[in-house]
T-cell receptor, first 113, second 115 residues
Framework: ETGVTQSPTHLIKTRGQQVTLRCSSQ?????VSWYQQALGQGPQFIFQ???????GRGNFPPRFSGLQFPNYSSELNVNALELDDSALYLC????????????FGSGTQLSVL | GENVEQHPSTLSVQEGDSAVIKCTYS??????FPWYKQELGKRPQLIID?????GEKKDQRIAVTLNKTAKHFSLHITETQPEDSAVYFC??????????????FGKGTLLTVNP
């Protein structure tokens, strides 16, 4: 069973606000990525972090940013929230750079009003 | 970039029947293909995966096949049970380091197993 944990589980914001979502990596997993899952869709890759640096980004604007900390935990920050940002945000981790198996957390459900 | 098409979008079967979900991908450089099961309100769970150097992989009632030439891969579930009911996603990516690894998902298949 995956040990990826995310907080908070649910969040309600208004348009224009900023939000920070948090993720604790499964033990020993040093590569973290974030995905956005809109209702009824598959997850979409936002970006990936390795050794505290962004390494790989999907088609998301710069107002989506992130951090990875020395303990491999991670944050996703979204500025200037838009209504279309309403989605489930999933954190996922891999054991290391070479291991392809990706394990997801339960996600943060963000609603933008 | 990579594009993954998945069908059908919904699939209803009787308990004990088999279910097949098919996906196609566009980037011939993709070489890793996982399948995820997502129950309502829960996280996507990795159920099986396959690398491009393998044509088929089985794990109990679940199997995945890959045709690199045609760029398609399929999930096969035999002897379906009500607890198999969920949304299933296929995905594709290049393996390895750098910024190559980014899973591209299909839109999902809602599988319903009727008792």
């Amino acid at each position: 069973e995956t040990g990826v944990t995310q907080s908070p589980t649910h969040l309600i914001k208004t348009r224009g606000q900023q939000v920070t979502l948090r993720c604790s990596s499964q033990s020993g997993h040093n590569t973290v990525s974030w995905y956005q899952q809109a209702l009824g869709q598959g997850p979409q890759f936002i970006f990936q972090y390795y050794r505290e640096e962004e390494n790989g980004r999907g088609n998301f604007p710069p107002r989506f940013s992130g951090l990875q900390f020395p303990n491999y935990s991670s944050e996703l920050n979204v500025n200037a929230l838009e209504l279309d940002d309403s989605a489930l945000y999933l954190c996922a981790t891999r054991q290391n750079w070479e291991n392809e198996k990706l394990f997801f957390g339960s996600g943060t459900q963000l609603s933008v009003l | 970039g990579e594009n993954v098409e998945q069908h059908p979008s919904t699939l209803s079967v009787q308990e004990g029947d088999s279910a097949v979900i098919k996906c196609t991908y566009s980037d011939s450089a993709s070489n890793y293909f996982p399948w995820y099961k997502q129950e309502l309100g829960k996280r996507p769970q990795l159920i099986i995966d396959i690398r491009s150097n393998v044509g088929e992989k089985k794990d109990q009632r679940i199997a995945v096949t890959l045709n690199k030439t045609a760029k398609h891969f399929s999930l096969h579930i035999t002897e379906t049970q009500p607890e198999d009911s969920a949304v299933y996603f296929c995905a594709a990516t290049k393996r390895g380091g750098g910024s190559n690894y980014k899973l591209t998902f299909g839109k999902g298949t809602l599988l319903t197993v009727n008792p």
